[in-house]
């Protein structure tokens, strides 16, 4: 099977101020199937972002990508020019970012922003796109959909912000959504319906789903295959269920272990708790 994105050995490096560079991304080789969700995985710092942002072509100085192929449907990304590249993002390869408080614009209201999306990539009017982004609104749980199409983003608490950006990315049905430690902002009842409809959406249109995060219970629940990272290096990849049972990486070992120490903590035998 033909993958829908390839990564071959991206790199991007960082230098501010005069300092040497410094590789984030050394050599990362990936692989994301229609239909199939692919988590990845790692520390705080090992360059899962990065990745995520490269697929975008979205990486601002003093990042710079300085070699590797990214193909999307045979295109390589990074060879398209950025006319090119505007067509592609948010209609056929959406992502939600994780910082909900810089990731939306602070000067427009949250439903413009996600009207402006449908305009541009499905050519509907403004009637018609404000309707759908009522629509989308409520079918990703966000209360007074009405409120908070015409809210600027700071009325809007972070589980909101992150249910606009969901909104956004779900808009124009794109092929494949990179989700960026998506449902952190959420409490657990919210966040499971947020991911059963990404995977039913999934389903339905046969997109790839990039899921990035650091649960190892959701990666054993929702994704069909789990890359790990570490120091800007996959270092492991396989099936799931392989993966969470038969680690072969020393890190990977080690993640698993952290992940199992921390969900066996009991927090009640400690004095001065209520």
Partial sequence: MTPLLQIDQLAVRFAANGTPENNVLAGVNLEIF???????VGESGCG??????????????PGKITSGKIYYRGEDLLALSE?????????EIAMIFQETGSALN???????QVVEVLRLHLGVNKKAAKIKTLELFESVALPEATRCFEAYPHELSSGMRQR???????ACMPKLIIADEPTTALDARHQQEI???????????G?????????????????DRVAIMHEGRIIEA???????ARPQHAHTMKLLAAAKRFHQTDLTNYAGTA
């Fill in 83 to 91: 006319k090119r590249m505007r067509q592609i993002r948010w209609k």
């Fill in 195 to 205: 991911l059963v409809q990404l995977l039913a959406l999934k389903d339905k249109v």
């Fill in 48 to 61: 899962k972002s990065t990745v995520a942002r490269a697929i975008l072509r979205l990486i601002a100085p």
């Fill in 164 to 170: 606009v950006l969901i909104a956004m990315a779900l």
């Fill in 34 to 40: 229609s239909t199939e969700t692919l988590a990845l």
């Fill in 106 to 112: 602070p000067l427009r209201r949250a439903g413009s």
């Fill in 207 to 223: 997109l790839g789903l990039l899921f990035i995060t650091h649960d190892f219970g959701l990666i054993a629940k929702w994704a």
């Fill in 238 to 244: 396989g099936a799931s269920g392989e993966i969470l």
